[in-house]
């Protein structure tokens, strides 16, 4: 169950049960990637992977109230996208 160990899941993830067979299930928490091989879940966190989905001119790093990617250009580029999307360009 859940209630110990948290049920198994990584330690980034919720653990919850399966409505209809009660099983265990874990879910990567906010700012977290399932890079596991089903039915294993591993969560890593997003800003590893791929940068995290920003813009190669752009640093990945989680907003402090709800653990989100967020992307901010780097020194020398400004944010030309359209939100949400940040698209960072050269100046």
């Known amino acids: 169950t859940c209630t110990i160990k948290n049920g198994g899941c990584d330690p980034n993830a919720g653990c919850s049960h399966d409505n ?27 800003c590893t992977i791929k940068n995290g989905g920003c ?17 901010t250009c780097k020194t020398g580029y400004t944010n030309t996208g359209v939100a949400p999307a940040v698209t960072c360009s050269g100046e």
């Open 20 to 46: 209809t067979t009660n099983a265990v299930e874990c879910t990567c928490k906010t700012g977290y990637t399932n890079t596991g091989v089903a039915p294993n879940v591993v969560c890593t966190d997003t």
């Open 55 to 71: 813009d190669a001119n752009a640093d990945c790093s989680h907003d402090s109230a709800t653990n989100a990617v967020e992307c």
